[in-house]
């Protein structure tokens, strides 16, 4: 359930900053089929990940976060 909020955040920052998948993948250093399964609650980022993400997304970590995890970290 936490990996499907992180990947509908993650893909709605995406979307909303002009980024395909197959650009951020790459700007990322991962394979399109990686971050499809991220986007899709598949796959759980890691921390790493999630930094970079928001990095290159010009975002912070907080925001990326989903509402109800950001009291966890």
Same mark, same amino acid.
């Given at each position: ?5 992180? *990947?509908?955040?993650? =893909?709605?920052? /995406? ?9 951020? #993948?790459?700007? $990322?250093? +991962?394979?399109?089929?990686?971050? *499809?399964?991220?986007? =899709?609650?598949? /796959? ?9 993400? #928001?990095?290159? $997304?010009? +975002? ?8 109800q995890?950001?009291? /966890?970290?």
């Amino acid at each position: 359930m936490e990996a499907e909020k992180w *990947g509908r955040r993650i =893909r709605a920052f /995406r979307k909303l900053k002009g980024y395909t998948q197959e650009r951020l #993948a790459k700007e $990322l250093g +991962i394979s399109i089929s990686i971050l *499809g399964e991220i986007e =899709r609650g598949n /796959r759980f980022p890691s921390e790493q990940l999630i930094q970079q993400i #928001a990095e290159r $997304l010009n +975002i912070s970590v907080e925001e990326l976060a989903p509402p109800q995890l950001e009291s /966890r970290e």
